[in-house]
């Protein structure tokens, strides 16, 4: 088992390369997107926003300057045991990492209602941002893994969490996600998109769902669901920044949990951003 | 690439003749920063008259819609409420081209026709625009931390003409 400071140390790392750096299959996604973009104006940006990770990778420096708010995911063996003390660990990880990165000093003091209206003023700390809370969840490898995926305000401001009436037919329910997905991308200015989509019975479960999601997705493998709600979307003309194109999204992550028997699915969906889901992955098991 | 118009600040009215809705532009020169909380107090003191308080000259500026921190600049997206709306009164008070990204509304691209000011968009590539900028100083509400006004020296920041002469890149 790694000891606190190991673990400090390489959730520190984690943090910082989630926040600085591509990872291969999503370099890859930019790579077959600017090949097959028809409109020169949204091929600069595609090239513009690889060459700015290229940049970043090289500095370790953020991606975007809303460096995002840590967003974790646990996953646990079954012959592992996590401990108050390893949770400790992982938050002193993550107010290392953002202080590295640097984050964004974007953490609003004072109480509940300063923290509302932001009367109370800014932690001038990276490490002030807290991290949301950790979500845990079993996996079959005998590990201890962390993910962590750092969420800007653009794609919170955009995201919808809601019900659908099924009609006993799926097609209804992809149909309200394109819509959805239609109105997010265009308004949210920072396009290529990942479709980010939780299906669950509330909205917690569907959003923790989408967060799964973005965990095991791959731009190189797309289900057909997911390269359906991709197609549609970018049929829509958006593209790059909304400046028109064939690229408004890259791909899409959705995972399905399980359902109630209800006429009624929580969907949750999140328009990631051009960096998004900004995600990187460290074992905490030796 | 097409041909891309080189831009330095202070703007001159017959810069701004010459721009059309989808020109790709560079910038250099000083451009100041603000976002949602500085943004309403600058537009207060040119309402009140008071924007000879203020340690920086709109006339021919460029107002970029960023928070300037350790992690750098990029752009948030300029339709937000109180982001949008200092547009208008911002352009009347002198500013010449308003730095952000996402579409804006159409009264708004009305309005920046009206004061003889445009809108561009600027990709969010933090990484390079830190290369691109020199300097950076803070002008004005200190207490905003992030959000306070900044000046910055830069060197050809990349943008897109998103709005001019009433016309919005969105809409076409």
């Known amino acids: 088992m790694m000891n606190d400071a190991q673990i400090i140390e390489k959730v520190r790392d984690t943090l910082v390369a989630a926040g600085s750096t591509f990872r291969d299959d999503k370099k890859n996604a930019y790579c077959r997107a600017i090949a097959t973009e028809s409109n020169p104006k949204a091929k600069w940006v595609l090239e513009t926003i690889l060459q700015n990770a290229q940049a970043a990778e090289q500095q370790r420096s953020p991606l975007c300057d809303d460096s995002g708010i840590p967003h974790l995911l646990l996953e646990v063996g079954e012959n592992q045991a996590v401990t108050g003390r390893m949770l400790a660990a992982i938050k002193e990880g993550v107010a290392q990492g953002l202080r590295a990165l640097p984050g964004r000093p974007m953490g609003i003091m004072g109480d509940d209602s300063h923290r509302i209206d932001q009367s109370g003023g800014l932690n001038p700390d990276s490490a002030g941002v807290e991290p949301s809370p950790i979500l845990i969840r079993q996996t079959d490898e005998d590990v201890i893994r962390l993910h962590i995926m750092m969420f800007g305000g653009g794609p919170a401001i955009r995201a919808k969490t809601y019900r659908v009436f099924h009609k006993h037919n799926t097609q209804v329910v992809l149909d309200e996600i394109v819509d959805w997905a239609k109105e997010a991308v265009g308004l949210l200015g920072c396009s290529p998109c990942t479709l980010a989509v939780g299906i669950g019975r509330s909205h917690f479960e569907a959003s923790s769902l989408m967060l799964q999601a973005l965990a095991d997705g791959s731009y190189d493998k797309q289900s057909e669901m997911e390269a359906e709600i991709t197609r549609r979307v970018n049929q829509s003309n958006i593209g790059p920044l909304g400046l028109h194109g064939d690229t408004s999204v890259l791909a899409t992550f959705m995972k399905v949990g399980p359902q109630r028997a209800s006429g009624v699915r929580i969907v949750c969906l999140r328009p990631c951003c051009c960096f998004e889901p900004r995600i990187w992955s460290a074992t905490l098991s030796e | ?172």
Not at chain 2, 136 to 165: C, N, S, T, W
């Open chain 2, 1 to 172: 690439m097409e041909q891309v118009i080189e831009i330095t600040t202070p703007i001159a009215d017959e810069v701004i003749d010459g721009l059309q809705v989808g020109d790709m532009v560079y910038l250099s020169g000083e451009i100041l920063c603000g976002r949602d909380g500085v943004l309403p107090k600058i537009v207060k003191m040119a309402e009140e008259g008071r924007l000879d308080e203020l340690n920086a000259n709109l006339t021919g500026s460029v107002i970029f819609h960023t928070a300037v921190s350790p992690a750098g600049v990029g752009p948030t997206s300029s339709n937000k409420l109180e982001i949008e709306a200092s547009i208008a009164p911002l352009s009347q008070a002198g500013v010449k081209l308003h730095l952000g990204k996402g579409a804006i509304h159409p009264e708004t691209v009305q309005a920046l026709d009206q004061y003889h000011a445009v809108y561009a968009i600027i990709p969010p590539v933090t990484a390079l625009l830190g290369a691109k900028t020199s300097e950076q100083e803070l002008v004005a509400f200190p207490e905003l931390g992030m959000e306070a006004l900044y000046r910055l020296k830069v060197d050809r920041y990349p943008a897109i003409i998103g709005a001019a002469h009433g016309r919005s890149i969105y809409d076409e």
